[in-house]
């Protein structure tokens, strides 16, 4: 655990910069900073939260948030299913656990130490998922209790700032070129669906689901070739 725990933690850094932002565009749009702090603990998924926040902000739909957010938490799914062999022989309370601790950066660590030395699993993980999730939550709670103080952001030009952090996310789960396909479909079908005047959030649910299947075609051919 004390292994993972120092080696995420220039991730760390990163994450709690963006974390900051967060908090600080949050709170300008009324979550209060214990609100911003629960959230970050208990979702722990900073794309789908900067998703959520700016949907319910600009439309008020809860559902549409909770969508948005739920379509950005897709890739979750294979990304536990890739650490079978790490969670296996914990207890379920563990398990859980180190699911919840698991996000794209300590996930990506895992994979790449464990890839070098056979022996990295569960405590790795742990220990960098509970630096991870301490620094997101700090971070955001901080930012948003600063920024319910500040004036409007907007006059300053950080406004952008939630456009900013979720293209630095965005950027960390570019894993190469053999992505570019399903991100330019889920692109497109999110920019064509949202131009026909369908809310933006159910946009982004449709771009996700289409990214997954051309994802899925491009793997059954290479599948088929190799």
């Known amino acids: 655990m004390k292994r993972g725990a120092l080696a995420i933690l220039p991730l760390a850094f990163g994450a709690a910069i963006y974390g900051f932002a967060f908090g600080l565009l949050a709170a300008q749009v009324g979550f209060p900073w214990w609100g911003v702090g629960l959230m970050s603990a208990s979702i722990h998924a900073g794309s789908s939260q900067i998703v959520a926040v700016e949907q319910f902000a600009t439309t008020g739909t ?114 190469g070129r053999s992505q570019i396909v399903p991100w330019i479909v889920a692109a497109g079908i999110t920019v064509g669906v949202v131009s026909l005047g369908v809310p933006q959030a159910y946009g982004i649910v449709a771009g996700a689901l289409a990214g997954l299947g051309a994802r899925a075609v491009s793997r059954r051919r290479a599948e088929a070739v190799a």
């Open 62 to 175: 809860v559902l549409g948030a909770v969508l948005a957010g739920a379509a950005l938490n897709l890739r979750y799914v294979g990304m536990i299913a890739a650490l079978s062999d790490v969670l296996d022989g914990l207890p379920l309370r563990w398990k859980l656990l180190a699911i919840h601790m698991t996000g794209d950066e300590n996930w990506a660590l895992t994979m790449a130490e464990r890839a070098k030395s056979p022996e990295i699993g569960a405590p790795f993980l742990l220990g960098s998922g509970l630096v991870m999730i301490c620094v997101w939550t700090g971070s955001t709670a901080v930012g948003a209790l600063i920024g319910a103080v500040l004036p409007d952001l907007e006059r300053f030009g950080l406004g952008f700032a939630f456009t900013a952090a979720f293209i630095a996310m965005a950027r960390g789960l570019w894993r």
